[in-house]
Each structure stands twice: as structure tokens, then as C-alpha cells.
């Protein structure tokens, strides 16, 4: 998990490009998924870029954003059945609630430095490969600033309520995946309830750790 987390915070500031704004046009249920990312990058950098707070890592300020401004454009639960595996229909409908919210809350306090970081960065987007009926997607991006650039995908589904994203690639690790095991390891030692005291205690420690940059 180390290694992941040293290229987490790009995955998360990803996400963040993608949802983490105020729309300068509101996106409905219509509006195309490459659409969607391309249309709030520019006021996702604006937005951290005028935010001082953000940027010396104020994590109850950068939770209240991530709750208000991301989580309504995510699905946290698929994120979370997709990191479980198997073991998801193991748990009850309660520890799925439990699960869901905790891995959500590990997310954003793990990775909420990210926002800190966004500075000169700039986004390149690729073409949509898709076909219109599809109701998955994989959009492509690649984040320019200093250092190589960073190719950045965004897997997304089309719900009711319109796109949605649910998983992240960098450089060939998607997100889900680099849980998958340390969720799997602790579920085979500790049940399904010990997997979810991980993920509380893991989130008590992190809310109360001192920010990094």
C-alpha cells in the first residue's frame, strides 16, 4: 500500500478534477462523460488555486468540500463491492452501509493532500473511445506539470442519476485494485467485522494526524 499511496494522491486529485467544483455549466443526466471531466477541470484548478485553506492542507475544510462537491458525483458503494470481491455478498446489508462509509472516509482522509499539490498542472484529454449506448466508460486524461506526465483514466457508469465514477487508473493501478488484497487479507484473518474495525481505526488514526504536504 506504501508504493500506492505515494501515486494516490495524483488518483485522488483526479477525482477531485473531475467532481470537485462548482459547475460553471450544472451537468444533467445527459451530458456525455468525457463531457463532464473536460467540463470542470478549469474550475476545479480555479477553485484550489483562489482557496488558500486547501492548499496548507485543511483537512475539515477539504472533507467538507469532498462531501459536498464529489461524493454526489461518485459511487462510493461500487468502489467498495469492486474492492470487497467476493466477500461483498458475504456481508449483511449493514456492514455493506458500514463498509461503504468507512472506505469512503479512508479515501478522502488518506488521499485529501492531493488538493494541496494542484497547482500549475494541466490536463490533457484524450479522445473518447465508446459507443453511445455503452453504459460503461473509460475516459482518458493525462496530467501535465513538473515531472514526466501522468497518464490518468477514469472508468465511469451511466446510472439514472446520470455518469458516475467509481474507479481511477494511474499508470496502470486502478484504485480498487490495490485495495483488493489488503481487504481480502484482513477479511480471511478477522471476518467481515474485523475489516471493518481496520477501516474505523485506520480512519480515527488519520483524522487525527497532522496534514502533509
Request: no cysteine.
Amino acid at each position: 500500500m506504501k508504493s500506492f499511496k505515494k501515486i494516490g494522491s495524483f488518483i485522488f486529485a483526479g477525482l477531485l478534477f473531475v467532481v470537485g467544483t462548482v459547475f460553471a455549466q450544472t451537468p444533467d443526466q445527459s451530458t456525455p462523460p468525457d463531457a463532464l471531466i473536460k467540463m470542470v477541470v478549469t474550475d476545479v484548478m480555479a477553485s484550489v488555486k483562489a482557496d488558500p485553506d486547501i492548499q496548507k492542507g485543511n483537512i475539515p475544510k477539504i472533507v467538507d468540500l469532498v462531501e459536498k462537491k464529489i461524493v454526489p458525483y461518485t459511487d462510493m458503494r461500487r468502489t467498495t463491492e469492486m474492492a470487497m470481491g467476493p466477500n461483498w455478498k458475504k456481508a449483511t446489508p449493514e456492514q455493506q452501509a458500514q463498509l461503504t462509509s468507512e472506505f469512503k472516509n479512508l479515501l478522502i482522509r488518506t488521499y485529501s493532500g492531493a488538493l494541496s499539490q494542484l497547482r500549475d498542472q494541466t490536463v490533457q484529454f484524450k479522445a473518447l473511445r465508446a459507443a453511445p449506448d455503452d453504459k460503461e466508460v473509460v475516459v482518458k486524461t493525462v496530467v501535465l506539470g513538473r515531472g514526466d506526465p501522468v497518464p490518468l483514466d477514469y472508468r465511469l457508469e451511466k446510472t439514472a442519476n446520470g455518469w458516475k465514477v467509481y474507479d481511477m487508473n494511474i499508470m496502470g493501478v486502478w484504485l480498487v485494485e490495490a485495495y483488493r488484497n489488503q481487504f481480502s487479507n484482513q477479511i480471511s484473518q478477522n471476518g467481515i467485522e474485523g475489516l471493518v474495525k481496520f477501516l474505523q481505526d485506520r480512519n480515527k488514526q488519520l483524522a487525527t494526524a497532522k496534514p502533509s504536504n
